[in-house]
């Protein structure tokens, strides 16, 4: 047996041996860590959208999927990439909702695709209060680091010791349950950030809102934070 062979072995028995005795139950911290900002995105698209780029939507909720499906068969980093994704495609239907122009320009040429700082300097450009709503936010943010993005971004391009990958065996690409843990709680900050921005652009909208957003946010501010957090 060749050794690669003989990798394969031990790699296909490390997979088995995660979703045999977790599989389901990171599955199941994915969706629920998730729920707020997958309530947004199907407010949006069934109340806010103009139908030019849902597909992105859609995207978006698949690559939460990946997430989860990742997490139960072990592998860290490739959910660490769909994670990214899942932000990104949030993110950018906030612009080309409203850009159908633009959009017929990304279908054709993809290369052109806008990155996520494109985006939110395009949310504080023309929503004047999306600035000091999200400050708001996150200052009573739950999630450990406020912007996520810049984490997962380190671990996609590899760009530090810690997050570059190191596998000398295919069995180590299968993370410890410590590292699995850890993703589902960097789920639950990313789907916080997402909501988060869905909160502060879509403010004016409140009263709209479905219950569980409303809650997600009422939940973190006082009264009086509430009160300025509404006013246009």
Request: no cysteine; net charge positive; hydrophobic share 35%.
């Given at each position: 047996m060749s050794a690669l062979s003989h990798e394969y072995v031990s790699f296909k028995s490390a997979i088995s041996n995660v979703i045999d005795l977790n599989g389901d139950i990171y599955l199941k911290g994915v969706s629920?860590?998730?729920s707020t900002h997958v309530v947004w995105l199907h407010h949006i698209k069934a109340n806010l959208s103009t139908g030019v780029a849902d597909r992105l939507i859609d995207s978006s909720i698949s690559s939460l999927k990946e997430v989860g499906g990742c997490l139960s068969l072990g592998l860290v980093r490739?959910?660490?990439?769909?994670?990214?994704?899942?932000l990104e495609l949030a993110l950018s239907w906030v612009f080309f909702n409203d850009h159908p122009v633009e959009w017929s320009h990304i279908e054709k040429y993809p290369e052109d695709y806008p990155l996520r700082a494109?985006?939110?300097?395009?949310?504080?450009?023309?929503?004047s209060r999306y600035?000091?709503?999200?400050?708001?936010?996150?200052?009573?943010?739950?999630?450990p680091v406020?912007?996520?993005?810049?984490?997962?971004?380190?671990?996609v391009h590899g760009t530090s010791a810690h997050a570059a990958p190191?596998?000398?065996d295919l069995c180590d690409i299968v993370m410890s349950k410590n590292s699995l843990d850890d993703c589902v709680k960097l789920q639950a900050s990313v789907s916080e950030y997402i909501s988060d921005v869905f909160a502060s652009w879509f403010a004016d909208t409140?009263?709209?809102w479905p219950e569980e957003a409303k809650a997600n946010v009422s939940g973190r501010l006082s009264d009086a934070q509430l009160k300025a957090f509404c006013t246009a």
């Open positions: 629920q860590s998730a490739p959910a660490l990439f769909a994670m990214r994704t899942e494109t985006n939110i300097k395009y949310m504080k450009a023309y929503n600035d000091s709503r999200m400050s708001l936010l996150e200052k009573a943010k739950i999630r406020s912007d996520p993005y810049g984490l997962l971004s380190a671990y190191a596998t000398s409140w009263h709209d």
